[in-house]
């Protein structure tokens, strides 16, 4: 009997043991998961910035430079012609320029056949023009030039008129033309440009409209 009694107290006391454990056991895995559900830790990122270096275009609107190419006066081959060109930026779009060029006619083809026949004298040969045009940018933008440089650029058009001299008469003309600004430096641009100058002569016998295409390349600086 007293065996009996000793084994169940025996067996009591192992279950309570049991249990006390179990309960022990719950008390850290209560505190983790306390300490888990707080706030995380903050990573702050190392980032290495970049410099980035901002175009420092010249905040003036005046522009002034020089240019030469070559001229095709009709009826008188293509000629080399160089000039000079001012222009005032009204807006980021619309701009004003002012054009002075001269070149030299060639001789006709009437001439080339019979040496004999002068259809203009040495003076008359020279061909100067003055104009007023009106630009707009038509296409500003990026021209890359391989992988780490840009330029800014624009595609514009122009239309003007303007006064020219040739065969010792003053004629009023009209010019039409299309060309590209490229930013070389902060100050200094290039431009190619192709325009057609129209005005009414009557030098091969019969009045007519001629069309004198140029293209011509230059430079000019921002001040």
């Given at each position: 009997?007293?065996i009996?009694?000793?084994?169940?107290?025996?067996?009591a006391a192992?279950?309570?043991?049991c249990?006390?454990?179990?309960r022990?056991d719950?008390?850290p895995t209560?505190?983790?998961?306390?300490?888990?559900?707080?706030?995380?830790?903050?990573?702050e990122?190392?980032?290495?910035r970049?410099?980035?270096k901002t175009p420092?275009i010249k905040a003036k609107?005046?522009?002034?430079?020089?240019?030469?190419?070559?001229?095709?006066?009709q009826d008188?081959?293509?000629?080399?012609?160089y000039?000079?060109?001012?222009?005032?930026?009204?807006?980021?779009d619309?701009f004003?320029?002012g054009?002075?060029?001269?070149s030299?006619a060639g001789t006709t083809s009437?001439?080339?056949v019979?040496p004999d026949?002068?259809?203009?004298n040495?003076?008359?040969?020279?061909?100067?023009y003055?104009d007023?045009?009106?630009?707009?940018n038509?296409?500003?933008?990026e021209?890359?030039f391989?992988?780490?440089?840009?330029?800014?650029?624009?595609?514009?058009?122009t239309?003007g008129?303007?006064?020219?001299k040739?065969a010792?008469?003053d004629q009023?003309?009209l010019n039409?033309?299309?060309?590209e600004?490229?930013?070389?430096t902060?100050?200094?641009?290039?431009?190619l440009?192709?325009?057609?100058?129209?005005?009414?002569?009557?030098?091969?016998?019969?009045?007519?409209?001629?069309?004198n295409?140029?293209?011509?390349l230059?430079?000019?600086?921002?001040y």
């Amino acid at each position: 009997m007293e065996i009996r009694l000793s084994s169940v107290l025996l067996a009591a006391a192992l279950l309570s043991g049991c249990g006390w454990f179990h309960r022990g056991d719950k008390g850290p895995t209560q505190i983790v998961a306390e300490e888990s559900a707080g706030e995380p830790s903050i990573i702050e990122p190392q980032v290495n910035r970049r410099a980035v270096k901002t175009p420092k275009i010249k905040a003036k609107d005046f522009e002034l430079g020089g240019y030469f190419g070559a001229l095709s006066i009709q009826d008188f081959g293509t000629n080399p012609i160089y000039g000079v060109r001012a222009a005032y930026h009204v807006s980021e779009d619309i701009f004003l320029e002012g054009f002075l060029a001269r070149s030299k006619a060639g001789t006709t083809s009437l001439e080339d056949v019979f040496p004999d026949i002068t259809v203009l004298n040495d003076s008359g040969r020279r061909f100067t023009y003055y104009d007023l045009d009106v630009g707009y940018n038509v296409l500003p933008g990026e021209i890359f030039f391989g992988r780490g440089r840009a330029f800014n650029s624009a595609l514009y058009v122009t239309v003007g008129m303007g006064d020219v001299k040739f065969a010792d008469k003053d004629q009023f003309a009209l010019n039409f033309g299309i060309g590209e600004r490229l930013l070389i430096t902060d100050w200094l641009a290039m431009h190619l440009d192709v325009r057609d100058h129209v005005f009414e002569t009557d030098l091969t016998g019969r009045t007519k409209n001629v069309h004198n295409l140029e293209a011509t390349l230059g430079l000019t600086v921002f001040y």
